[in-house]
T-cell receptor, first 114, second 109 residues
Framework: GAVVSQHPSWVICKSGTSVKIECRSLDFQATTMFWYRQFPKQSLMLMATSNEGSKATYEQGVEKDKFLINHASLTLSTLTVTSAHPEDSSFYIC??????????FGPGTRLTVT | AQRVTQPEKLLSVFKGAPVELKCNYSYSGSPELFWYVQYSRQRLQLLLRHISRESIKGFTADLNKGETSFHLKKPFAQEEDSAMYYCALRRKGAQKLVFGQGTRLTINP
């Protein structure tokens, strides 16, 4: 089956530093990946659509300079949280679109900014 | 704009009892509806989609366009059904999903 991995699974960083999260499709190619944010006991909030070889499309209210997305290959998208602050602490989930437009989700990355 | 509403944040039923998780949507076009499940400490995974008309793990869901609903049902709940359930909508031909707020289902022994 289609597997999506995320790295790291959790990260703690100091306020003001940047953190990069990787999302990989392990056994299939994905021209499109999505990045979500999930607050405790809440639903997934779509942040952006990551398109291989082109700029990401951000949802309304998501700062593109704050959350940098790079989709340099058909199996890898990265999300960089720049100048992180405590309010950026959250669970970040990616998904990769396989055949039939089905989304396969990664296990998530818990970011804690101190 | 598309919207998905799951009116119950929490639902608790006893093992063996029927369970129904409600999902209503608003979308003027032709939607594709899905149910996703997230078991404790696991990733989100697709449970079923309306176009397949399938039964997965005893769960079924019927798209009711008149009532704009896609409720998830199971006649006899099992303890392993305890999880977070999300209803999601997708425009036909699109890739983006719109999720509901989720319902945490707890099956009591």
């Amino acid at each position: 089956g289609a597997v999506v991995s995320q790295h790291p699974s959790w990260v703690i960083c100091k306020s003001g530093t940047s953190v990069k999260i990787e999302c990989r499709s392990l056994d299939f190619q994905a021209t499109t990946m999505f990045w979500y944010r999930q607050f405790p006991k809440q639903s997934l909030m779509l942040m952006a659509t990551s398109n291989e070889g082109s700029k990401a499309t951000y949802e309304q209210g998501v700062e593109k300079d704050k959350f940098l997305i790079n989709h340099a290959s058909l199996t890898l998208s990265t999300l960089t949280v720049t100048s992180a602050h405590p309010e950026d602490s959250s669970f970040y989930i990616c998904s990769a679109v396989g055949s039939s437009y089905e989304q396969y989700f990664g296990p998530g990355t818990r970011l804690t900014v101190t | 704009a598309q919207r998905v509403t799951q009116p119950e944040k929490l639902l608790s039923v006893f093992k063996g009892a029927p369970v129904e998780l409600k999902c209503n949507y608003s979308y003027s076009g032709s939607p594709e509806l899905f149910w996703y499940v997230q078991y404790s400490r696991q990733r989100l995974q697709l449970l079923l989609r309306h176009i397949s008309r399938e039964s997965i793990k005893g769960f079924t869901a019927d798209l009711n366009k008149g009532e704009t609903s896609f409720h998830l049902k199971k006649p006899f709940a099992q303890e392993e059904d305890s999880a977070m359930y999300y209803c999601a909508l997708r425009r036909k031909g699109a890739q983006k999903l719109v999720f509901g707020q989720g319902t945490r289902l707890t099956i009591n022994p």
